[in-house]
């Protein structure tokens, strides 16, 4: 697998894993204003290309389906980030994301406790069923079932099983949650329902919501906004994960 693996200038605070949208999208060697922001902030930040990701040829993309969302890919992504600490990245480790990247960075909290101590989950898919009824995009109920081999109503322990949101009481570290209310792809009954359930369990959580987004934070007060909030954020986790 491939990533882009960002340093700061001096000995990093932590470790970010930035994971892309898709999963059939890919990450280049480009300006992404977020990741310079978190590598001035001190802290390094990888960009991995897991499988699904486009630009590695047909298998690549298409291995993704093997086991449908929360397989291997979320192994991939979890390789890349040992394999950062390995390389000498130092300190606790986040993961962020917006739409599968959100997926991604709820699944990381809630199934690798042992290594990540949080995640800002974007715009991300929280309960599979969920996503699959909520969405309002004409591909979005198709490309699960493309994914998951069928519809929650024939597949429900495979949805089951995948859902970040099965194994909330497996969260040790610290979760922000950001949805754009607009957003017609990853509908925000998925983070309604994250926020519900977390506060019924009373474990810790941080949300931000933004009225006039929709599937991401674009806006550039609207950006600039989270990243003065998410910088808290990781600062205060990982303060208190270092402890």
Same mark, same amino acid.
């Given at each position: 697998?491939?990533?882009?693996?960002?340093?700061?200038?001096?000995?990093?605070?932590?470790?970010?894993?930035?994971?892309?949208?898709?999963?059939?999208?890919?990450?280049?060697?480009?300006?992404?204003?977020?990741?310079?922001?978190?590598?001035?902030?001190?802290?390094?930040?990888?960009?991995?290309?897991?499988?699904? @990701?486009?630009?590695?040829?047909?298998?690549?993309?298409?291995?993704?389906?093997?086991?449908?969302?929360?397989?291997?890919?979320?192994?991939?992504?979890?390789?890349?980030?040992?394999?950062?600490?390995?390389?000498?990245?130092?300190?606790?480790?986040?993961?962020?994301?917006?739409?599968?990247?959100?997926?991604?960075?709820?699944?990381?909290?809630?199934?690798?406790?042992?290594?990540?101590?949080?995640?800002?989950?974007?715009?991300?898919?929280?309960?599979?069923?969920?996503?699959?009824?909520?969405?309002?995009?004409?591909?979005?109920?198709?490309?699960?079932?493309?994914?998951?081999?069928?519809?929650?109503?024939?597949?429900?322990?495979?949805?089951?099983?995948? @859902?970040?949101?099965?194994?909330?009481?497996?969260?040790?570290?610290?979760?922000?949650i950001v949805h754009g209310l607009a957003d017609s792809n990853v509908g925000p009954e998925n983070t309604h329902a994250a926020?519900?359930?977390?506060?019924?369990? @009373?474990?810790?959580?941080?949300?931000?919501?933004?009225?006039?987004?929709?599937?991401?934070?674009y806006r550039r007060a609207n950006v600039e906004t989270y990243l003065r909030a998410s910088a808290e954020f990781l600062a205060?986790?990982?303060?208190?994960?270092?402890?």
């Amino acid at each position: 697998m491939q990533g882009w693996l960002y340093r700061p200038a001096g000995p990093p605070k932590g470790l970010i894993g930035y994971i892309h949208g898709g999963p059939t999208w890919h990450s280049e060697d480009w300006m992404t204003p977020k990741i310079q922001f978190w590598v001035a902030c001190g802290y390094a930040v990888l960009d991995p290309n897991y499988r699904g @990701s486009t630009g590695f040829g047909y298998a690549h993309r298409e291995a993704v389906k093997d086991d449908g969302w929360g397989g291997r890919e979320q192994a991939d992504i979890r390789a890349g980030l040992e394999a950062a600490r390995a390389a000498g990245i130092p300190g606790p480790i986040a993961v962020v994301g917006n739409s599968y990247g959100g997926f991604s960075s709820w699944f990381a909290i809630t199934r690798h406790p042992d290594l990540v101590t949080a995640a800002i989950p974007m715009c991300g898919m929280y309960r599979l069923d969920i996503d699959y009824h909520a969405t309002e995009m004409p591909h979005g109920r198709a490309y699960s079932e493309e994914m998951m081999g069928g519809t929650p109503e024939e597949f429900p322990e495979k949805y089951d099983n995948a @859902s970040p949101g099965r194994f909330i009481d497996d969260i040790r570290g610290h979760v922000m949650i950001v949805h754009g209310l607009a957003d017609s792809n990853v509908g925000p009954e998925n983070t309604h329902a994250a926020v519900r359930e977390l506060t019924e369990k @009373s474990i810790p959580h941080e949300v931000m919501l933004f009225d006039d987004e929709g599937h991401g934070v674009y806006r550039r007060a609207n950006v600039e906004t989270y990243l003065r909030a998410s910088a808290e954020f990781l600062a205060r986790a990982f303060a208190a994960g270092m402890r």
